[in-house]
Each structure stands twice: as structure tokens, then as C-alpha cells.
């Protein structure tokens, strides 16, 4: 099983095909089993990368507030990019990951090569009460969502520095949705698509759809 070992933590993570790669972050609670099937299809193009962050799947979970903060996520992103020996690379965000991805790319803009975020949270966020966890939830698990709720987070003012070709899809009944407009209106080479219907989870089959033509148009 591929794991990397990043200063004192273990990453779980799982590569699948051949070609540019892109790397798979999963949503808050999920992990690469939640990814497989975005794996699966990318990977009939791209070599997919799909990683458990801290805290997620098969990768440790540390009962470190700090240990989660997103500069240390990210990090944590460029340490498994540099293990692979990879120049430059796609990332893919869903939902809450869509902040590391929108941290990897200001804190390592020459590795990412396109950007793309999945009903991403916003990019602003203040210490709040974390929702309900289901009751079958681990103690590691409601420790993550709660950190998660905890944690600070703010780069509206520093979105205008990411340079690279940024795709933004969200559902039209998402309340992320605001979110997304803003992220769009900051980051100039970026194209929002809003899904008419569609809440926060809008489905493999679409996402992988519209990211596919997307990359295929910005490389041609």
C-alpha cells in the first residue's frame, strides 16, 4: 500500500493511469474510496493521484489542532508531488479540500498547472460551531470537523495572485454558491459553470464530463 512518510505523519494515497497527472483531494469526512470513481475515469487520460489528507482514510490522524492548518495541508500536497518526482501537475479540490487546493496554489503556483475546485468552500472562513456528526462518526472523525470549524482561513485578498487556468463548478442550490461567484470574480483566468438544480454534490459522471473538456480545450 503507498504511503509517504512526511516529517513525523504517514499519507495514504493511490495512483491510477498514465499521463499528466492531477491530484484528487476528497471532500471533509471522505477519502480516496470517495475518489475512486473520479480516479477511475481521469485516469483513462491522466495519471490520477488521489490522496487521504491527515485526519481521512487510510492516512494518520494526528490530535493536532495545528497539524491541520491549510498551509500544513498544502504542504503536505507538494511533499507527495515532490516524492513522485512530478514537475508539473492539475488539482482537483472538492467541497472543503478546495481550500488546499486554493492554498497549494498560492503557496506553490509553479507546480499547478491547471486548478480546479468542485463546490468549494469559500475562501474565507471564521472559527464557528461545526454541525452535527453523524452518531456513528469515530472520535478521530468529529476531532477533524471540529478542528476543521476551528480553524481560521482567508485569502480573498489573495486570490488575484493566482495565475492559473482555474475551472469553478458549483450547483445553483448550492450554498457555496455565493463563494464560488467571488473566487471567480478574483482569480482572472478562471471559468465558473453553475449547474441548474444541482445542490453541493453534483455527481462523477458530470464533474468528470465538464473537467475533461475543460483541460482537453486549455492544453489543445
Given at each position: 500500500?503507498p504511503?509517504?512518510?512526511?516529517?513525523s505523519?504517514?499519507?495514504?494515497?493511490?495512483?491510477?493511469g498514465?499521463g499528466h497527472?492531477i491530484?484528487l483531494?476528497?471532500?471533509?469526512?471522505?477519502?480516496?474510496?470517495?475518489?475512486?470513481?473520479?480516479?477511475?475515469?481521469?485516469?483513462?487520460?491522466?495519471?490520477?493521484?488521489?490522496?487521504?489528507?491527515i485526519?481521512h482514510?487510510?492516512?494518520?490522524?494526528?490530535?493536532?489542532?495545528?497539524?491541520y492548518?491549510?498551509?500544513?495541508l498544502?504542504?503536505?500536497?507538494?511533499?507527495?508531488i515532490?516524492?513522485?518526482?512530478?514537475?508539473?501537475?492539475?488539482?482537483?479540490?472538492?467541497?472543503?479540500?478546495g481550500?488546499?487546493?486554493?492554498?497549494?496554489?498560492?503557496?506553490?503556483?509553479e507546480?499547478?498547472?491547471a486548478?480546479?475546485?468542485?463546490?468549494?468552500?469559500?475562501?474565507?472562513h471564521?472559527?464557528?460551531?461545526?454541525?452535527?456528526?453523524?452518531a456513528?462518526?469515530s472520535?478521530?472523525?468529529?476531532?477533524v470537523?471540529?478542528?476543521?470549524w476551528?480553524?481560521?482561513?482567508?485569502?480573498?485578498?489573495?486570490?488575484?495572485?493566482?495565475?492559473?487556468?482555474?475551472?469553478?463548478?458549483?450547483?445553483?442550490q448550492?450554498?457555496?454558491?455565493?463563494a464560488?461567484?467571488?473566487?471567480?470574480?478574483?482569480?482572472?483566468?478562471?471559468?465558473?459553470?453553475?449547474?441548474?438544480?444541482l445542490?453541493?454534490e453534483?455527481?462523477?459522471?458530470?464533474?468528470?464530463?465538464?473537467?475533461?473538456?475543460?483541460?482537453?480545450?486549455?492544453?489543445?
Amino acid at each position: 500500500m503507498p504511503y509517504l512518510n512526511v516529517g513525523s505523519l504517514r499519507l495514504y494515497f493511490e495512483v491510477e493511469g498514465t499521463g499528466h497527472p492531477i491530484l484528487l483531494l476528497p471532500p471533509l469526512s471522505q477519502g480516496h474510496i470517495f475518489l475512486r470513481p473520479f480516479a477511475k475515469g481521469f485516469a483513462k487520460k491522466y495519471t490520477a493521484i488521489s490522496l487521504d489528507p491527515i485526519g481521512h482514510g487510510l492516512s494518520d490522524k494526528p490530535k493536532d489542532e495545528k497539524q491541520y492548518s491549510y498551509e500544513n495541508l498544502a504542504d503536505h500536497c507538494y511533499g507527495l508531488i515532490q516524492h513522485m518526482e512530478i514537475n508539473r501537475h492539475h488539482i482537483l479540490g472538492m467541497s472543503w479540500s478546495g481550500r488546499i487546493a486554493l492554498t497549494y496554489a498560492l503557496r506553490h503556483q509553479e507546480k499547478a498547472r491547471a486548478l480546479v475546485l468542485i463546490g468549494s468552500s469559500g475562501p474565507k472562513h471564521q472559527p464557528a460551531s461545526p454541525p452535527k456528526t453523524p452518531a456513528d462518526a469515530s472520535d478521530e472523525e468529529r476531532f477533524v470537523v471540529e478542528t476543521v470549524w476551528k480553524t481560521p482561513y482567508n485569502v480573498t485578498k489573495d486570490l488575484g495572485k493566482i495565475q492559473t487556468p482555474t475551472l469553478i463548478l458549483i450547483g445553483d442550490q448550492d450554498p457555496r454558491l455565493e463563494a464560488a461567484r467571488l473566487i471567480h470574480a478574483n482569480i482572472p483566468r478562471s471559468t465558473l459553470t453553475i449547474f441548474k438544480g444541482l445542490g453541493h454534490e453534483i455527481g462523477a459522471e458530470i464533474c468528470l464530463k465538464n473537467v475533461l473538456g475543460w483541460l482537453k480545450e486549455l492544453t489543445e
